[in-house]
């Protein structure tokens, strides 16, 4: 769906030209999510300005479906944005506009029917969950709603890409997952391909398929999430793992590098349910036979189960670490594989 | 009472004086409206970083409205005198200060709309660029409704302007309270005249003031 063939961008600051993005190759499928992560400064904001064409590449090639956006002149890639939806971290709605006219405002640039609209804002409004909302004006609405809004006009003109600038990180944690399960199922209902990028481990964890980690106008890695994840290999990805961990308030006193990958899989489990007990872990490494080792966590009674995290990390091979945690899955434990053993 | 207070104010001057001023000041004011609107939306649009950023543009048009907001207003009016009869065809009357009202007021309001254009987000400016929004959509959906109050407040404090230089365009021929009050008032020493005049323009700024800062607060949603 969007493909990126050695991309370059600079920016000239006085003398001297400073690249943004640095030879930058990436393939999107279509209907996937595709995150892209890394620090502020590392060349992600203008990334996605250029797969749209608000600004122009230096060198490189990108295409968004049929369009081919490194020569599309002003006029076409004008008529091709309502086709592709962008969002925003500051919203970046018009205050003078209610909630239902900046839907609207999408409809009008891309020349829809007078007539049509109304219908189409009433079933956007529907769609983001915003009933009742619609004569508001933005400045009454809370940070999630504005985003909703957001997320309404993005999706007005039925776009086939949808781009997020860093859409929830000017939003609080709850409301932050609730806009990512919108997202989510928007990506599901419409097989519609959605970029986003962050700064944010959680966001790519919760929603992508795929990921890129960007650092200092290159990608440094990519693949699927799980794989990225499992398996670190550049610098700027493990401090991304260590913020996850961080915001768990794991950080200070489980420092990932300190873990003897040699000893095994690192696991996060989850207790929460119904069935959860503390006991299932010792299940486990009876059953299993595994010296099966706690490095963190918290677990706390409550008067049915347990709930909390543990880290830990099982001495297994991939096959036996399935059965492994499928045991504890039937006990309402969930797991997330934070790291494996390195294979030399 | 009004003829024990001010007994050498004919009443019907007295209005006739009224009307002029409100005449020029209305006329005036639509027209600065519009040519501030589209200098100020030029100034804003060729100033650095934005749209159609152009540094010889944008330096010609600021210059040229820099002189014109400089040149004291009394001043402005006698060096436009021939441009005024090639213009209107005579030098006298209400029709005659309006070359010279709109000249001095435009450059000044079209700084206010450049001001007000700054204020307007550059996150909204490029989310209608993405949406596939062309320069038009953008001066007329964006920039102007979102600058909205700052356009109604800084049409408010030119139109205040207006007033003073009408008075002053007054003085040299071209009527209203300005006239009546140096001509009939200060000149045959009726003060009294002078001071019905003067309450009058107090009554006409403090009715744009209230108007304005009405409008302001019904565009703002903020």
Known sequence: MIELHNVRKSFQQGRVSVPAVDGVSLSIARGQIFGVIGYSGAGKSTLIRLINGLEHLDSGTITVGELDVSRAGEAELRRARPKIGMIFQHFNLLWSRTVAANIAFALEIAGARKADIPGRVAELIKLVGLEGREHAYPSQLSGGQKQRVGIARALANRPDVLLCDEATSALDPETTDAILDLLSGINRQFGLTIVLITHEMHVVRRICDQVAVMDAGRIVEAGAVSEVFARPQSEVTQRFLRQLLAGEGVGESLDLNAVDPGQGALVKLTYMGPQARQAALADAIRHFDLPINILHGRVSRTREASVGDLYVQIPASDEKLEEVLAFLRERDIASDIIGREKRA | ?222
């Open chain 2, 1 to 222: 009472m009004i003829e024990w207070l001010f007994p050498n104010l004919r009443l019907a001057q007295f209005w006739t004086a009224t009307l002029d001023t409100l005449y020029m000041t209305a006329v005036s004011g639509a027209a600065t409206f519009v040519l501030g609107l589209v200098l100020g939306t030029a100034l804003f649009l060729t100033s650095p970083g934005q749209l159609l950023a152009n540094r010889p543009v944008y330096g010609a048009l600021s210059l040229l409205t820099n002189i014109f907001r400089s040149i004291p207003f009394i001043i402005l009016i006698v060096l436009l005198i021939p441009f005024t009869r090639f213009v209107v065809g005579r030098m006298l009357g209400v029709n005659a200060a309006l070359p010279a009202l709109i000249i001095g007021a435009a450059p000044f309001y079209a700084r206010l709309v450049e001001i007000g254009f700054r204020e307007v987000a550059k996150g909204v400016i490029e989310a209608t660029r993405a949406m596939g929004g062309g320069i038009g959509t953008i001066i007329f959906k964006v920039l102007i409704p979102e600058a909205g109050p700052a356009l109604a407040s800084g049409l408010t404090v030119t139109l205040i302007s207006l007033v003073g230089y009408t008075a002053m365009a007054g003085v040299i021929g071209a009527g209203g309270l300005g006239h009546l009050a140096y001509l009939e008032g200060f000149q045959r020493n009726n003060g009294d005249v002078t001071l019905a005049a003067t309450g009058m323009v107090l009554v006409i700024v403090f009715a744009i003031q209230f108007a304005g800062d009405l409008v302001t607060r019904i565009l703002d949603k903020r």
